[in-house]
């Protein structure tokens, strides 16, 4: 049995716990104060033979009307800083902490590390699942290991873990959390490293520039990490919808990536597409070719694309997942039919 003192509801409305704010209701929602309480949840949801579905700022997730799982929630806990704030900083972030609080509060204290990553919705502890990124960064840059408890499995009990990250496979957008480890594993805190002499990566867009107005205009002497976060959030705030505002998942495609001959075939056909070099080949911005398809602003009943970033779909109200997913695909089709490009979609589709 549960305890008491987890917060738990039966037929959970997660209507509000999605950004896109699509309808949903679960059989049950838990929530934790402590990562200690997850094996009693992990028990109880083998009692009630539900699945277990951690669900973090339900920023990148698309959910259909009714989730077939437990759905489990970590509440934010205080950091722990240590006394002496050094040039290196080991930090324990807590998974159910607000991502952006953890830039802001890293940035004002002078640490680099996490700026570029401001405004991110979501909690911390599904932030190395996708690998989020932004401006030049991605949290792979200062992750170090992950903490959490793999599940019941095979008549194994649950186990807990400290996972190092080179051991996650993070890249663009991807991890083993997406793939093997899929369902398996639930993240209970990420252990960073942060510093305050490292070099501040700015060559992403007009970042650079933005930061020199920004530092122009501001009065008093504010660390340049927060002045960078306070930048990249400006940017953010101008191009991207705010979801308390209106329903989405930030970008809803990863960038595709081609080889160097493709990328030259489309630079020559096309002049304007902006290309990125890759690891392997080139990045091409997805939201370029889906505005040159004629798709910003797009609206389709409940669902649409965003007017300022085409990489960007809006939940209106009153939709669902099948209409968003329907007008992804009309999106995919024609961007391949133009551009001869695949897009791969970045947010998960709950199937439970
Ligand atoms: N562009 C257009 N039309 C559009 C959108 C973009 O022409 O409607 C062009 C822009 O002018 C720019 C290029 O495409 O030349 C790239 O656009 P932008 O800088 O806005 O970035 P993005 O590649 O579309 C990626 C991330 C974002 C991240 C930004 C900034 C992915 C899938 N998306 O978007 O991440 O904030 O770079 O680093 O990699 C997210 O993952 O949810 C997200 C918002």
Redesign the pocket.
């Given at each position: 049995m549960v305890s008491e003192a987890l917060i738990r509801q039966q037929n959970a409305d997660l209507t509000h716990l999605n950004t896109l704010g699509f309808k949903c209701s679960a059989p049950w929602l838990v929530q934790v104060a402590t990562a200690d309480e997850l094996p009693a949840v992990f028990d109880f949801a083998h009692q009630q033979d539900l699945p277990v579905f951690p669900l973090g700022g339900g920023s990148n997730v698309i959910l259909r009307p009714a989730l077939n799982a437990l759905v489990l929630q970590q509440q934010p806990l205080p950091l722990d800083w240590p006394q002496d704030l050094s040039d290196q900083l080991l930090l324990r972030v807590p998974a159910g902490n607000n991502w952006h609080q953890l830039v802001m509060e890293t940035a004002s204290k002078g640490y680099h590390g996490l700026e570029n990553l401001a405004l991110i919705p979501g909690q911390a502890g599904a932030a190395p699942i996708q690998n989020?990124?932004?401006?030049?960064a991605e949290v792979a840059d200062c992750l170090l290991a992950v903490e959490g408890w793999w599940l019941p499995e095979a008549g194994q009990p649950a186990r807990f873990d400290v996972i190092p990250a080179a051991d996650c496979c993070l890249g663009y957008?991807d991890s083993r959390f997406k793939r093997d480890w899929k369902g398996r594993f639930v993240i209970t805190a990420l252990q960073i490293q942060l510093k305050r002499s490292a070099e501040p990566r700015l060559n992403?867009?007009d970042l650079a520039e933005r930061l020199h107005l920004r530092q122009q205009q501001q009065a008093g002497d504010l660390p340049l990490p927060q002045l960078i976060a306070e930048t990249v959030a400006a940017i953010?705030r101008e191009?991207?919808p705010d979801p308390a505002a209106i329903g989405n998942v930030?970008?809803f495609?990863?960038?595709p990536l081609v080889d160097h001959q493709q990328a030259q075939e489309l630079q020559a056909a096309w002049p304007q597409l902006?290309i990125y070099p890759a690891e392997q080949g080139s990045k091409l911005?997805?939201?370029?070719l889906?505005?040159q398809c004629g798709f910003?602003g797009f609206c389709k009943g409940a669902v649409g694309v965003h007017d300022r970033?085409?990489?960007v779909l809006v939940h209106h109200g009153g939709g669902d997942a099948e209409q968003l997913l329907a007008l992804a695909d009309e999106i995919v089709t024609c961007v391949q039919a133009r551009f001869g490009v695949p897009l791969e979609r970045?947010p998960e589709v709950v199937k439970l």
């Open positions: 989020i990124g932004a401006y030049g957008r992403y867009g953010r191009k991207l930030g970008s495609f990863k960038n902006p911005a997805a939201g370029w889906i505005d910003k970033q085409a990489l970045e």
